[in-house]
């Protein structure tokens, strides 16, 4: 059973800096990419940036070019996203995330795997 925890959210005023992180169990977490989102109430969810499985290389949004780094810990089945020179813009709900190939009835076909989110918010 694939579970992501996420943690490390709260309030950090504008400027300030967080670190999340995303526990990970269920899943040979080693050989697949992971992923951040965010969402806002009202919102789509967007994507912030992705690792790939080694965390040799990662990608970003233009948000959060220069401000956040994703990195891994794959002995510890860990994901993580620090967060620096945050803004009020940044307060949202933010998930981990992964996508892996189940089978059903109809066939296999891709299947994306949510943690519960964890609620930063940048304020004075």
């Known amino acids: 059973q694939v579970q992501l925890v996420e943690s490390g959210g709260g309030l950090v005023q504008p400027g300030g800096s967080l670190n999340l992180s995303c526990a990970a169990s269920g899943f040979a977490f080693s050989r697949y990419f992971m992923n951040w989102y965010r969402q806002t109430p009202g919102q789509d969810r967007e994507l912030v940036g992705a690792i790939t499985s080694t965390g040799s290389s990662t990608t970003y949004a233009n948000f959060a070019k220069g401000r956040f780094i994703i990195s891994r810990d794959n002995a510890k089945n860990t994901l993580y996203l620090q967060m620096n020179s945050l803004r009020p813009e940044d307060t949202a709900v933010y998930y981990c995330?992964?996508?892996?190939?189940?089978?059903?009835?109809?066939?296999?076909?891709?299947?994306?795997?949510w943690g519960q989110g964890t609620q930063v918010t940048v304020s004075s």
């Open positions: 995330n992964t996508r892996g190939t189940v089978k059903s009835p109809t066939g296999e076909h891709e299947y994306d795997y």
